[in-house]
């Protein structure tokens, strides 16, 4: 098993980054969300971070 992990400021770039790393080469076992918020003087910073575990398919040809 192996695991990675995704962290964006925006939920949209996280999700683009999660398909992309998704392939018929990849079974995935199971997957984290998770949020963070904080405030930097007068703006909101937001963490959007996912951590998937998964395995690696081998097609035989």
């Known amino acids: 098993m192996k695991v990675k992990v995704f962290d964006e400021s925006h939920e949209s770039d996280l999700e683009k980054s ?12 199971d997957i984290k969300f998770s949020v963070g918020v904080s405030i930097f003087s007068e703006e ?4 959007f971070s996912a951590l998937i575990l998964y395995k690696t398919k081998y097609i035989n040809n």
């Open 44 to 47: 909101q910073v937001y963490c």
């Open 18 to 29: 999660i398909n992309n790393f998704l392939t018929d080469e990849v079974e995935v076992i």
